[in-house]
RNA sequence: GCCGCAGUAGCUCAGUGGUAGAGCACACCCUUGGUAAGGGUGAGGCCGGGAGUUCGAUCCUCCCCUGCGGCACCA
């Protein structure tokens, strides 16, 4: 047999015959080392402690101290723990797959009835029962036919699939602890023993589709989270618990900001607050594009099916579509996008190069039948209002015109505290239209301008839309989840649909491009995410109600009323609240409101012209005199482009 | 759309095969209280909609609607 050389993480250098298995080397290092052995590291890869080894390599062994190889094996055998434990409870059960993902693992199963949340406690228990046995993991690697044939004797047709589907020359591995097996491409541990034994939790049943596809069997997916200690599991737990208690949900209601009901799913109800902060956000928007050369339309909800064939959304998305039942006998729809109606104003005069760049801009509200199992809050919707512009430009303005783009973008929501931003570029779909040389010549103007502005962005080939190449920003909160909220698109496709030209410098007629672009996206999504993103406790400038002024005894009530009429006339939103009420009952309520400025005002502020300003979250109060509050309040009422 | 769970007062929820209950919110009264719920009284419900089983359904069965958690989808 062969000699290898391996080289360990300190540079040392040992031979051993060909073949050998990293829990080898692992007890030739030393015995104790052998035993807190999980995993290897070979040339880069995670590899299991039982590969042999064939090479020269590269080599580490992994402990339980090596968090990331540790964690994605410890979820891994929890994984197969899961599914082993739930075949011995129900024998019946078909076992499909069970990957790692963030934070924990799932696997799907095939069962006639469905897993209750008490069945998640007897299959924990019976897990418990599996890590207590330490039964060794041995893998194997079958031949093709025996595994098909092992399954098929027992009766596992997912696993069949799999392998099928598996190349012809990649090894079948199995794995196995005790009598139970999964085939799997590991690493695994070297024993179920290994897994930590209160550090994980089995979290939720759902259903799943096989292979993620809507036209195959529903599976049941149970969800788990595992961490490398209890501690790091109480964490996840406290932040799933924070999470919660930020839903934008429950806030609009506690904050009164909206509802949403039966009689129009998907679609919002705005009160009075909600719509403030609304309005706020479009007024903001509308003094930013302004700034930035855009001109503000409008145009119909409804429109012709005519103008929707000519767009191609009539006979592409007419299941996303409201449709409008007339006494005529027209068609009509209701815009899923604004982008037709924008083509309409273009071609309505004569443009001319001079006209360029050209920047449209509408708050419209579209409409989009969305799967009634899509909606959720504020966050998808049917009916909401995108802040959308298109821009004409001659195909020499386009990377500039991207850039500009951008750098809008990227300016607004630092505006609004969101700094951490990533770009998606998705490329030319499989299914698409147009020519090679336009989709070439639309991802690099995207690329060129991502490339000038110095921004990292993630490429998804072949996930762009058919007509053109996107780009979508995406929003880290504070809490480090991922918003979708902006794009820019590239679009050589509608102009020409709708015969849109203009006249070049040399008298001819060519086509414009265009580009699609949205900032906050949705208003009513951009709302749902600022909610979450500040727990409700909205910035000053933003919050639809800034100051409550609080009656502490009923004798200081003209002075309150007074307050709020200087505050007004700052041009702060301020109510009085001089109801029979105690100063406690009127914090706890207008804290619970996420009320930014709270001002109690008793006999001693009355006497001295005074309030006590009380913040929101803060426990702390302090006494100033009333035009310095109101000179320091309407200083933070500025909008963040207006200082 | 698919799988599962749920729908009872404005909100959060308890409950039973013999047509309903709590807390908060609301109204009125007492209370004028110094920074996250003072006390009392009262009003408030087609128990999501429809059909069936039953002497009788909020409760059991079926269909539909809506919501929630996922999956799929998101031009």
């Known amino acids: 047999m062969s000699q290898i050389t391996l080289t360990l993480p300190d540079g040392s250098k040992r031979q051993y015959s060909s073949g050998i298995t990293p829990k080898a080397v692992a ?3 030393s015995t104790s080392l052998g035993k807190k052995a999980i995993s290897s590291t070979v040339n880069g890869s995670h590899w299991d402690l039982q590969w042999p080894i064939d090479s020269d390599s590269n080599i580490a062994i992994n402990t339980v101290k090596d968090e990331q190889p540790a964690l994605e094996l410890v979820r891994h055998d929890l994984a197969h723990i899961m599914a082993r434990a739930v075949q011995e409870i129900w024998p019946d059960v078909k076992v499909t797959i069970g990957p790692v993902i963030e934070n924990g693992w799932y696997y799907d199963f095939d069962r006639r ?4 949340p008490e069945d998640l406690g007897i299959i924990e228990k019976k897990m418990k029962d599996i890590i207590n046995l330490c039964d060794p993991v041995r893998t194997e690697v079958w031949d093709r036919s025996a595994a098909i044939a092992y399954y098929e004797k027992n009766n596992e047709p997912y696993k069949i699939e799999l392998i099928e589907a598996i190349p012809g020359d990649e090894p079948l591995r199995m794995y196995w602890h005790g009598d ?11 024993n179920t023993g290994q897994v930590p034994g209160d550090s994980w939790k089995l979290m939720s049943v759902a259903g799943a589709y096989w292979r993620g596809d809507s036209k195959r069997s529903m599976l049941q997916r149970i969800y788990g989270v595992a961490f490398k200690n209890k501690e790091d599991l109480r964490s996840h737990l406290n932040f799933l618990e924070e999470a919660a208690k930020r839903d934008h949900r429950k806030l609009g209601r506690a904050m009164n900001l909206f509802h949403l009901e039966e009689v129009a799913p998907g679609s919002v109800f705005w009160h ?7 309005q706020n956000l479009i007024s903001y928007m509308r003094r930013r594009q302004e ?15 005519a103008l929707w064939e000519t767009s191609g959304h009539w006979f592409n998305y007419m ?9 005529d006998d027209r068609d009509y729809a209701l815009k899923p996008m604004n982008c037709p109606g924008h083509m309409m104003i273009y071609n309505e005069n004569i443009r ?4 360029l760049p050209m920047k449209i801009s509408e708050f419209g509200k579209v409409h989009r039948y969305e799967p009634s199992g899509a909606l959720h809050g504020l966050l998808r919707v049917r009916s909401f209002t995108q802040d959308d512009a298109h821009i004409y430009c001659t195909p020499e303005q386009l990377t500039d015109e991207c850039l500009k783009v951008n750098e809008l973008i990227l300016s607004i929501y630092k505006d609004f505290g969101f700094e951490d931003v990533h770009i998606k570029l998705s490329t030319r779909p499989e299914n698409r239209i147009g020519s090679d040389e336009s989709w070439d010549l639309s991802e690099a103007a995207l690329k060129t301008a ?38 820019l698109q590239v679009d050589y496709n509608l102009p020409e649909r709708f015969g849109s030209t203009f006249v070049s410098a040399s008298g001819e007629k060519l086509a414009p491009i265009m580009l699609h672009r949205a900032l906050f996206g949705s208003l009513e999504r951009f709302i749902g995410i600022l909610i979450e993103e500040h727990a409700g406790k909205l910035p000053f400038w933003l919050a639809p109600r800034q100051v409550v002024v609080a009656a502490i005894v009923s004798d200081a009530n003209e002075y309150c009323v007074e307050v709020v009429a200087a505050l007004k006339a700052a041009g702060i939103r301020a109510e009085a609240d001089l109801r029979n009420e105690k100063i406690n009952y009127k914090v706890r309520e207008h804290s619970v409101g996420k009320v930014p400025v709270i001002l109690a005002c008793g006999i001693r502020e009355v006497e001295e012209k005074t309030v006590s300003v009380r913040r929101l979250g803060e426990k702390q109060t302090k006494v100033s005199p009333i035009t310095d509050v109101v000179n320091a309040l309407s200083k933070e009422a500025m909008p963040p482009d207006l200082v």
């Open 113 to 116: 009835d469905p897993f209750t």
């Open 27 to 29: 007890i030739d290092i």
């Open 450 to 487: 991502l490339d000038r502005a110095g921004m990292s962005y993630t490429i998804f080939d072949g996930e762009g839309a058919f007509y053109g190449p996107k780009l979508e920003y995406v929003l880290r909160d504070a809490i480090k989840r991922d918003w979708q909220c902006g794009t």
């Open 352 to 355: 001319s190069y001079r006209d």
């Open 272 to 278: 009075p607050s909600g719509w403030c902060l609304f």
């Open 291 to 305: 700034t930035a050369g855009y001109v503000e339309v409008n145009t119909p909800d409804i429109m012709d099916r």
């Open 180 to 190: 139970w097996q999964d085939l799997c491409r590991g690493p695994h541990l070297q």
């Open 319 to 327: 299941e996303n579509m409201f449709l409008a039942q007339t006494h």
